[in-house]
């Protein structure tokens, strides 16, 4: 649970998936398939061994909050005349999402006897720290989308969440890079 309230990357994407989300239905659809994407990732990341470089997973978790952001901003269908499915888009980040914290989670020497039981009561222990965090999040944005200010800044409010996106994205390329130099240097 504490990765969801620690996990900036992961909290940014999900604000941004719930943003223009009213009714408690479509939140939770959405956010069901961001969690199924996680968890069959992180789970089957983590028990098969499946490994990746961890910052290009990043630097595609920045790209989906960047992506969201577009999104929001309406950037696809100006610019490219079409609208992503949103549900399938939030399905495949929450894939690559859960592949992220399974590279972290490969770091630790995980003990393979009663694997799949931990994995499994890690992940059920992260849902719910992202359903907490989703409702404070959500209790911050209904009071907001309440006032004025909420149509002025809206547009606003998703340009930083781009500008954070694009961060996390170049933050993760650059320490890449750096690792792939060192590899060489040696």
């Given at each position: 649970?504490?990765?969801?309230?620690?996990?900036?990357?992961?909290?940014?994407?999900?604000?941004?998936?719930?943003?223009?989300?009213?009714?408690?239905?479509?939140?939770?659809?959405?956010?069901?398939?961001?969690?199924?994407?996680?968890?069959?990732?992180?789970?089957?990341?983590?028990?098969?061994?499946i490994r990746y470089n961890p910052y290009i997973i990043d630097a595609i978790i920045g790209l989906s909050v960047v992506?969201?952001?577009?999104?929001?901003?309406?950037?696809?269908?100006?610019?490219?005349?079409?609208?992503?499915?949103?549900?399938?888009?939030t399905l495949i980040f929450g894939l690559v999402h859960g592949f992220g914290l399974a590279t972290k989670l490969q770091?630790?020497?995980?003990?393979?006897?009663?694997?799949?039981?931990?994995?499994?009561?890690?992940?059920?222990?992260?849902e719910l720290g992202q359903v907490f965090a989703l409702i404070i999040i959500f209790i911050a944005i209904s009071y907001?989308?309440?006032?004025?200010?909420?149509?002025?800044?809206?547009?606003?409010?998703?340009?930083?969440?781009?500008?954070?996106?694009?961060?996390?994205?170049?933050?993760?390329?650059?320490?890449?890079?750096?690792?792939?130099?060192?590899?060489?240097?040696?």
């Amino acid at each position: 649970a504490k990765h969801m309230f620690t996990g900036y990357d992961h909290l940014l994407f999900l604000l941004g998936v719930i943003f223009f989300l009213y009714r408690i239905k479509d939140i939770a659809l959405y956010v069901s398939l961001f969690a199924i994407g996680h968890s069959i990732t992180m789970i089957l990341g983590v028990y098969l061994d499946i490994r990746y470089n961890p910052y290009i997973i990043d630097a595609i978790i920045g790209l989906s909050v960047v992506y969201k952001a577009m999104d929001n901003m309406g950037w696809f269908s100006r610019w490219l005349g079409v609208t992503p499915n949103t549900k399938i888009a939030t399905l495949i980040f929450g894939l690559v999402h859960g592949f992220g914290l399974a590279t972290k989670l490969q770091d630790f020497a995980l003990p393979k006897q009663g694997l799949l039981a931990n994995l499994l009561a890690f992940n059920v222990g992260v849902e719910l720290g992202q359903v907490f965090a989703l409702i404070i999040i959500f209790i911050a944005i209904s009071y907001w989308r309440h006032t004025a200010s909420f149509t002025r800044h809206a547009y606003h409010a998703n340009v930083v969440l781009l500008m954070a996106g694009c961060a996390l994205m170049a933050q993760q390329l650059i320490a890449c890079q750096v690792q792939i130099q060192s590899t060489v240097d040696q």
